[in-house]
């Protein structure tokens, strides 16, 4: 997908009606009033514009059969639309400021559950009480799906969205921000200069697409980076078909660890290999590929197939 095919958004909007709340000027009145400055490395750059938000809740589809978990609860302006339309709310906020305003904002609400704390455990997981609070709340409310819709901090995105593709929670849909450029990287197409291995993990599990381009004057602070808001669907069929889908990831790593080397050196240099690079190509063969090809110009079901004789 290219820029000229997405919808970009002007920051000239209206407000909504229904939610007078973080307007640039309402935002940083709130801050300042609580001595509260926005932290870069965490990503917190916050969406002013109400209509986007809006958009974000919309495109969504949420009913009260949906049970949300948003990571970044911010000022708790998009969890209040989430809480409005959802049948339950996880939030997530490490920042323990901004934890208090959505305490504030949406805690006494029983169907909304607040977290202050890092949405990762470390890279590879996800904090094990997000997991075992979106149980008790599924099972209290009697959700009978689960979507993520989040205005995703900058420095968690690309793992928050990878683990959770990856573990066994039915995520129905995701609908975040995200930085143009990880934007890019979810969509690419084999042989593009963004493919590697978070296009072949995200699109082996999940259908992917970009529906916005966001300016950076739709955000407070503004960022130096153009953002998008994506939708992904999950799939169980897609799942099923991957197979081991934690082997899958271990092995995308490992043979993207050496990019610039071609297949057969990249498989050659991969953790515990003993084969040697005529036994490497013989085995490429069987798949019609050849050894000086690329990792990054094969299809999704060619890296598939090469998980099963070298993963």
């Known amino acids: 997908m290219t820029p000229s095919s997405v919808r970009d958004c002007s920051p000239e909007m209206t407000d909504s ?37 809006d958009f974000i809740a919309r495109e969504a589809e949420l009913t009260r059969e949906d049970l949300v978990l948003e990571v970044g609860s911010g000022s708790g302006t998009l969890t209040t639309r989430l809480a409005e339309q959802a049948g339950a709310v996880v939030s997530v906020e490490v920042d323990s400021a901004f934890a208090q305003l ?104 999940a259908f992917v697409e970009i529906l916005r381009r966001l300016p950076p004057a739709v955000f407070w602070p503004r960022p130096q980076v153009v953002s998008a808001i994506v939708r992904l669907f999950p799939r169980t069929a897609k799942r099923a078909h991957v197979g081991d889908v934690l082997r899958f990831r271990h092995f995308l790593r490992d043979l993207y660890t050496h990019r610039r080397k071609n297949l057969r050196g990249a498989l050659v240099g991969l953790p515990g290999n003993q084969r040697s690079k005529a036994e490497i190509d013989t085995l490429l063969e069987t798949l019609g590929i050849e050894g000086s090809s690329r990792a990054e110009t094969l299809d999704l079901e060619q890296h598939l197939q090469l998980c099963g004789l070298f993963g």
């Open 17 to 53: 009606e229904s939610f007078p709340r973080q307007t640039l000027s309402y935002l940083r009145n709130l801050l300042e009033e609580r001595g509260i400055k926005p932290k870069n490395k965490l990503g917190q750059n916050f969406l002013v514009d109400l209509n986007l938000l």
């Open 102 to 205: 959505t305490k504030e904002v949406v805690g006494h609400q029983p169907h909304v559950a607040l977290l202050q704390h890092d949405v990762l455990k470390n890279k590879n997981e996800l904090h094990p009480d997000i997991f075992e609070t979106l149980r008790a709340m599924q099972e209290k409310h009697g959700c009978a799906r689960v979507k993520l819709v989040a205005n995703l901090p900058y420095a968690v995105a690309t793992p928050v969205i990878s683990n959770l593709l990856l573990s066994e929670l039915p995520i129905e849909r995701m609908v975040v921000t995200v930085q143009w450029e990880i934007a890019e990287r979810l969509v690419a197409s084999p042989g593009t200069r963004d493919y590697g291995a978070l296009a072949v993990l995200v699109q082996s599990l």
